[in-house]
């Protein structure tokens, strides 16, 4: 059968889905076409197979707990807000709100919170991190294109370069 993190990570796209955003259109699609139409170079900075791997992980009994979590976020309504208040912060260049969604992340301390911090972006992050470094010691004119979330917070990948001694701006 069809694995509880997966189960959960369908419901929670389909909330952005319910709002009009298309996995389609997201941004680093868009510049991931543009870039190969004129023939510049693409290097992932991760593999989705590589994502979908941190997911084994969570036991049996986390995963289903993982799966009640966002049954009960998209029953009460929290899964839309949230996705409203991500999608208005990134369209609005708003830090404010940024910030907050960055502490909601940081002090969330249930299963399910506590993996998308600590895995799903503090781990990636520092993988992420790793790998434009590299990339931008090789070709200083690179262009990283990551979700929203992986720019804020005490351990996001700006964060994380300007630890290595690279200028964020």
Do not use: C
Not at 91 to 110: K, S, V, Y
Not at 121 to 143: H, I
């Amino acid at each position: 059968g069809m694995k509880p993190w997966l189960v959960a990570t369908m419901l929670a796209l389909a909330e952005y889905g319910a709002q009009g955003y298309s996995p389609e259109l997201a941004v680093e699609n868009h510049l991931t076409q543009l870039a190969r139409t004129h023939g510049v170079p693409v290097t992932e900075l991760e593999s989705v197979d590589g994502q979908l791997a941190l997911f084994g992980r969570l036991s049996d009994a986390e995963q289903l707990q993982f799966l009640e979590e966002a049954v009960e976020l998209v029953e009460t309504g929290e899964q839309a807000e949230e996705v409203r208040q991500i999608a208005a912060a990134w369209a609005g260049a708003d830090q404010a709100g940024l910030d907050a969604i960055a502490h909601r992340i940081e002090t969330d301390t249930t299963l399910s919170g506590r993996f998308m911090r600590d895995v799903l972006l503090d781990e990636r992050n520092v993988a992420m991190a790793g790998k434009l470094a590299r990339l931008l010691a090789q070709k200083d004119n690179s262009v990283a294109a990551v979700g929203v979330l992986h720019l804020v917070g005490t351990r996001s990948v700006p964060k994380l370069l300007q630890e290595r001694g690279i200028t964020v701006e």
